[in-house]
């Protein structure tokens, strides 16, 4: 059971990035899938989250209108489409899962993280 996380880079303010999630071991639908990121000296902060099965994904506050949150059930993957991006969302973005509990929420018993992968917003 693993999560493997990808699609972060060096990009300047205003363009786009995707992350992916892949989950191998388990059916990803079955269980909520949560985006978080961590910036240099900051907390972790909950960026996105989808619940089990047609749960409708959602955004923090913070990237609301410019992230967006999805799952495809056919490759067992997650995405979180990263548009507009500023500076301050530079951070190491990780996804993770309530598997084995099927919750619809993101907030407890995240059990299985993904590696990260660095998000860097630079002119």
């Known amino acids: 059971v693993q999560l493997q996380a990808s699609g972060g880079g060096l990009v300047r303010p205003g363009e786009s990035l995707r992350l992916s999630c892949v989950a191998s071991?388990?059916?990803?639908?079955?269980?909520?899938l949560g985006w978080f990121r961590r910036a240099p000296g900051k907390e972790r902060e909950g960026v996105g989250c989808?619940?089990?099965?047609?749960?409708?994904?959602t955004v923090s506050d913070s990237v609301k209108g410019r992230f967006t949150a999805s799952r495809d059930s056919n490759t067992n993957t997650a995405y979180l489409q990263m548009n507009s991006l500023k500076p301050e969302d530079t951070a190491v973005y990780y996804c993770?899962?309530?598997?084995?509990?099927?919750?619809?929420?993101?907030?407890?018993?995240?059990?299985?993280w993904g590696q990260g992968t660095q998000v860097t917003v630079s002119s």
């Open positions: 993770a899962t309530t598997y084995p509990y099927p919750m619809n929420s993101c907030v407890k018993d995240l059990e299985v």
């Open positions: 989808i619940g089990r099965a047609d749960n409708i994904p």
């Open positions: 071991g388990f059916t990803l639908e079955y269980y909520a």
